[in-house]
């Protein structure tokens, strides 16, 4: 489910996206997110939704890059190996499931969460949010805690996953 809160989060980062600027969305976009981007993006601003292995088709750097649920961690590795590398630097990464999603949780700190190329910004629900930059070894410390940090969140939501499962 894709929140008010979040979908404002999109909307605002979209709208101060300088032209010319492209978004990029891919994996399963959920209509709101689409919704808000486009509200946000002004007439110059590209975006695009495209299959997980179109990225050939997308020519140029991306300014946000959004990446929606995965479900095989096979899948989700594959989203983050072809597409992040294309985020310009200051550029935005927003993932939706993330610290949700065991695969996609997984295959996210693996390459995006080691990653000196990545800031960690925060999350609001299972949407994460990370800004394209150079780490030094400090700040990749810093960025790896608060990342573990949302493990708590993560851990919780899959004990009310399976609370419900059983009940049901």
Same mark, same amino acid.
């Given at each position: 489910?894709?929140?008010?809160?979040?979908?404002?989060?999109?909307?605002?980062?979209?709208?101060?996206?300088?032209? &010319?600027?492209?978004?990029?969305?891919?994996?399963?976009?959920?209509?709101?997110?689409?919704?808000?981007?486009?509200?946000?993006?002004?007439?110059? #601003?590209?975006?695009?939704?495209?299959? %997980?292995?179109?990225?050939?088709?997308?020519?140029?750097? #991306?300014?946000?890059?959004? #990446?929606?649920?995965?479900?095989?961690?096979?899948?989700?590795?594959?989203?983050?190996?072809?597409?992040?590398?294309?985020?310009? &630097?200051?550029?935005?990464?927003?993932?939706?499931?993330?610290?949700?999603?065991?695969?996609? %949780?997984?295959?996210?700190?693996?390459?995006?969460?080691?990653?000196?190329?990545?800031?960690?910004?925060?999350?609001?629900? @299972?949407?994460?949010?990370?800004?394209?930059?150079?780490?030094?070894?400090?700040?990749?410390?810093?960025?790896?805690? @608060?990342?573990?940090?949302?493990? @708590?969140?993560?851990?919780?939501?899959?004990?009310?996953?399976?609370?419900?499962?059983?009940?049901?």
């Amino acid at each position: 489910m894709f929140s008010f809160a979040q979908a404002d989060r999109l909307e605002a980062c979209a709208r101060v996206l300088d032209p &010319p600027a492209r978004v990029v969305m891919t994996g399963t976009v959920p209509d709101e997110a689409l919704a808000a981007i486009r509200r946000g993006a002004g007439a110059d #601003i590209d975006v695009l939704v495209v299959g %997980t292995g179109e990225i050939a088709g997308v020519e140029g750097s #991306i300014d946000l890059l959004f #990446i929606g649920p995965a479900a095989p961690y096979s899948v989700a590795a594959e989203l983050f190996a072809r597409w992040p590398g294309r985020v310009a &630097p200051g550029g935005l990464l927003f993932v939706h499931g993330a610290f949700a999603s065991p695969p996609l %949780t997984a295959a996210l700190l693996r390459a995006i969460g080691a990653s000196r190329a990545w800031r960690y910004y925060g999350r609001d629900g @299972a949407l994460a949010e990370y800004v394209r930059a150079d780490l030094t070894h400090g700040e990749r410390v810093l960025d790896a805690i @608060a990342q573990l940090s949302q493990l @708590a969140y993560f851990m919780r939501r899959m004990a009310r996953r399976r609370l419900r499962r059983q009940a049901a």
